[in-house]
């Protein structure tokens, strides 16, 4: 099993940063598909980006955020830039103990963070 905790939300200004981080207990972060998701309120939980070697990113982020990890600390990173107010949102971390076929879905995800909130004001 794993536990993970985020932290790095708050509020910040259109056109700002944020990074986000989740770190990740019990087994080696490395061994799972690591997935970050965004939830706004009244709307389904969607995809963010996720890793496992490779970086997959939704279309409304690429460009502007960066998944990492650091498996030496064991946390997952999300490096947000340039933004928007579209991107208020609680997110969250979520870990695959078997990839399932989707790294986008939320169902082949095992694991869960209590979720972090991110406020872009305009």
């Known amino acids: 099993q794993v536990q993970l905790v985020e932290s790095g939300g708050g509020l910040v200004q259109a ?5 986000l981080s989740c770190a990740a207990s019990g087994r080696t972060f490395s061994s799972y598909f690591m997935g970050w998701f965004r939830q706004a309120p009244g709307k389904e ?13 939704a279309d409304s982020v690429k460009g502007r955020f960066t ?10 990173y999300l490096q947000m830039n340039s933004l928007k107010p579209e991107d208020t949102a ?8 078997l990839y399932r076929g989707s790294y986008s879905s939320v169902a082949p995800y095992d694991y869960w963070g209590q979720g972090t909130q991110v406020t872009v004001s305009s």
Do not use: E, H, P
Request: proline content about 0%; overall charge positive; glycine content about 12%.
């Open 15 to 19: 056109g700002g940063s944020l990074r």
């Open 45 to 57: 939980r969607q995809f963010v980006a996720a890793i496992r070697g490779i970086t997959y990113y």
């Open 67 to 76: 998944i990492s990890g650091d498996n030496a600390k064991n946390t997952l």
């Open 90 to 97: 609680v997110y969250y971390c979520a870990a695959q103990s």
